[in-house]
C-alpha cells in the first residue's frame, strides 16, 4: 500500500441538502482520479457511496460513506455525507474527523436547511470551507441569484473563484479565474483553453476581488497589493490557502455533478488551497 505524509492527505467532507447531488459528484471524482471504470448513477443504484439495498431502494444516502481517491500525488479521503436532516448524527461525526467540508448547493437563488446546518455545524468544528454549486446545466439555473443571496448572508468571504462558461443549457466550462484558463470537457477529457474576448472584462473584474480576499490572508502579500504590484498565480493561492484555514474565505466553485464539468479543477482546489491534516 503506498504511503502518503500528512501533508499529502486531505480529509475532506462532501456535505449539503438532500438532492444537491453529492453522490454523483462523487462518483465522478472518483472515475476522474481513475479509482473506477465507469460512472454509476442514482437511478440505477450503482454508485459507489450508496451500495446499501435501502439506499438504492429509496435512492438516497442514508449513512456517511468514505471513497479514497488519489490526485496528483495526494490522497484525498472523500466522505459522502447524507444531506436529510433525519441523518445529522452523520455530520456531526464526520466533521470531528475532516479538516475542511465542500458544501454542494444547486444554481438557485435560496438556499436549503440542509446548506445552512452544513455551514453552521463546519462553523461550530471551525472546519475550512469551499462551496460547489452544482446543476448549472439545469434550464432553471440561477448562478447570479445563487451569489447575491451568498453575498447578503454571508457577506464577502464568500469569494467566487470561477466563472460559468454558457448558461443553462449551454453550459459547457468554467473559467477559473486563478490562472485564467478555461476548462471545458468533462471528467478525463477536460480541454483548456483561452479566456473568450466575450467574458475579459468580467473575468478581470472576478480575479480583482479574488485578489483582495488572497491578499487579506497574508501580511506580506497585503502589503505587496496595497502597493500596486499584482499577485502571482502562486502567492493567490498561498494567501487563498491561508484565508481558507482561517475561515475568512469561502471559495465558490462551479461544475455539474450529473455530467463531470468542474469536477477535476475541484480536485485540483481540494490538493491546492485546502487544509492538510
Known sequence: MKQYTADKIRNVAIVGH????KSMLVEHMLYTAGAIDRVGTIEAGNTQSDYDPLEIRRKISLGATVL?????DHKINVFDVPGYPD???DLY??????ESMIIVTEAKADLDVGFEIAWEIAEKF???KCIFVNKLERDNADYDGLMNTLDKRYGRK???????IGHQAAFSGVLDLLNMKVYKGKDRGVEIEEVPAGYK?????RREKMMDAAAEGDDELAMKYLEGEPLTEEEIEHGLLVGVETGRVVPVLLGSAASGIGVATLMDRIIHELPSP
Open 18 to 21: 438532500g438532492g444537491a447531488g
Open 68 to 72: 479514497p481517491l488519489e490526485w496528483h
Open 93 to 98: 461525526g464526520v466533521a470531528r474527523v475532516v
Open 87 to 89: 441523518f445529522i448524527g
Open 158 to 164: 464568500v469569494v467566487g473563484v470561477q466563472i460559468p
Open 126 to 128: 471551525g472546519l475550512a
Open 201 to 205: 472584462a468580467e473575468a478581470d473584474e
